[in-house]
């Protein structure tokens, strides 16, 4: 097993309550495997501000180390994941 760290930021935040969560995962998680458990342990009163429910569309960006992480990105001990709003303009 491995243990990361999930920080939320912006609205996301705000609007669910929280800072920062710990999550264990199956050793090899990747980025999906950490949303689905977040779906598992939170439900819509967290994933409502991450994903469009009736798209599957995410609302936002998961970032390890400075970068855009893709889904199937496997994930370490210890990793810090920040969720944050896309941002979006014109």
Known sequence: MI????????????????????????????ITDLFNKLTDEYGEDLMKYIRNKDTNRLHALFMIKGRISQPDDILHDQDEIKVMPAIAGG
């Open 3 to 30: 243990q990361v760290t999930i920080k939320f930021f912006s609205f996301i935040k705000f609007e669910s309550g929280l800072d920062s969560v710990q999550i264990d995962l199956k050793e090899n998680g990747t």
